[in-house]
Nanobody, 116 residues
């Protein structure tokens, strides 16, 4: 069974950091482009950025540039989204997505809450 299993969300104070994980089960993430999305309360799902199968990283969310980073650990079959300098506007559910040609898979989502 192919799955993306997410972990690492939680409650953090403004200015804090979190690292979100997306682990592949039944698929090898190194051969997929992995994107990170988020859904903030009352907003549509938005693309944060992605890492390609050749480890090129692009960010599409302006507010993420300079604060978030994406990396892979192929030995662990894992992709990470590092969230730094978090603020309350970053609160939401974060999703990873694996895509290759016509194949696409979503993680279950993980809640990030930024609050004092």
């Amino acid at each position: 069974q192919v799955q993306l299993v997410q972990s690492g969300g939680g409650l953090v104070q403004p200015g804090g950091s979190l690292r979100l994980s997306c682990q592949g089960s039944g698929l090898t993430l190194s051969s997929y482009a992995i994107s990170w999305y988020r859904e903030r309360p009352g907003k549509m799902r938005e693309l944060i950025g992605h890492i390609t199968s050749i480890d090129v990283v692009n960010f599409y969310l302006e507010s993420a540039k300079g604060r978030f980073s994406i990396s892979r650990d192929n030995a662990e079959n894992m992709v990470y989204l590092q969230l730094d300098s978090l603020n309350v506007e970053d609160t939401g559910v974060y999703y990873c997505n694996a895509r290759r040609a016509t194949q696409g898979y979503w993680g279950q989502g993980t809640q990030v809450t930024v609050s004092s």
